[in-house]
């Protein structure tokens, strides 16, 4: 499933000056097929040449980003833009490996991001290469735009989201086994991990932080009004992981055609995909929720 998370988590602020958001649309667009192109299925999940492309954009921004992993053909990437260090990160992440795919079933490539008819079809346009794209270019932006920030922005592109989760979220927060182990507090009692990838139980993030109180006034200034509520999914994702150690997690993710339901399209389908004009919207969404809480304030 897909997952932004806002770390730490005042009040919707003003945003600073827009971005010229016709450039960041192209862009975007550009930098959303390209990932769509790499195959990133999972398993097996060789998420490298995901992560080298989004190294290479990111340096060449002059954002430096370090690579963590276990194996080297499923590496994570972390990317830091330093704020004053007024207040908590603000840590945003998507995964870049994908459910699998049976190609027959398909009406377009699935590894093809082709446009057709305003659409952009192709396994992860809803998970979570859209989330993935969204977080690229909130951190071009901002290091474009020279965004002074009370909070360092990261971001996070993690492997193996889809049932591997030892590769990703689980190399990148160790510490859990080991906090499991301090609660614990008994030598008798062995903390190791299962075969089989299980997340955590974990609380609930809160309704009443600063970070749910942005994402609620973007849904309201983006979606035209529409009112944020609170849902329980059948699927997995790995805040909970974030969520054990007290990281406030919130996901979100793009409208989707409401003719897509009965069609049986969406994420992990047979038929994936995104309206363009969803697509765009959803970048000003995650730009308007990351400056609101990271941009400093006058
Ligand atoms: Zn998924």
Not at 165 to 180: A, E, T
Request: hydrophobic residues 40%.
């Amino acid at each position: 499933m897909f997952g932004l998370v806002f770390a730490a988590a005042c009040m919707w602020g003003q945003n600073p000056s827009a971005p010229d958001w016709r450039a960041v649309d192209e862009e975007g667009m550009r930098h959303y097929q390209a990932l769509l192109r790499i195959n990133t299925s999972d398993p097996p999940g060789v998420e490298l040449p995901a992560v080298e492309y989004l190294k290479r954009v990111l340096e060449a921004e002059g954002i430096p980003a370090r690579i963590f992993a276990l194996d080297p053909k499923r590496p994570n990437l972390v990317a830091r833009l330093k704020g004053s260090g007024g207040k908590r990160p603000l840590l945003i992440m998507g995964h870049t490996d994908v459910v699998n795919v049976d190609p027959g079933k398909w009406t377009f490539p699935p590894f093809g991001a082709v446009r057709n008819s305003g659409y952009v079809y192709g396994r992860g346009t809803l998970d979570d290469k859209d989330n993935l794209t969204a977080c690229l270019m909130v951190m071009l932006t901002l290091k474009r735009m020279k965004t002074p920030l009370d909070r360092d922005v990261i971001f996070l592109a993690e492997a193996g989201e889809e049932g591997s989760v030892k590769y990703g979220i689980l190399h990148m927060v160790p510490r859990f086994l080991d906090q499991l182990r301090k609660v614990i507090s008994d030598p008798a009692v062995e903390v190791v991990r299962e075969a089989r990838d299980t997340r955590p139980l974990a609380p609930p993030s809160r309704l009443d932080s600063e970070a749910c109180q942005v994402i609620e006034a973007a849904v309201k200034q983006d979606y035209a009004g529409a009112i944020t509520l609170p849902v329980m999914q059948t699927g997995a994702t790995d805040m909970a992981y974030l969520r054990a150690k007290g990281v406030q997690c919130y996901g979100v993710g793009p409208a989707t055609d409401f003719e897509d339901g009965p069609k049986g399209f969406g994420a992990h389908s047979d038929q994936e995909r995104i309206l363009e004009t969803e697509f765009y919207r959803f970048l000003r969404f995650h730009w308007n929720i990351a400056t609101a809480l990271a941009a400093a304030k006058p």
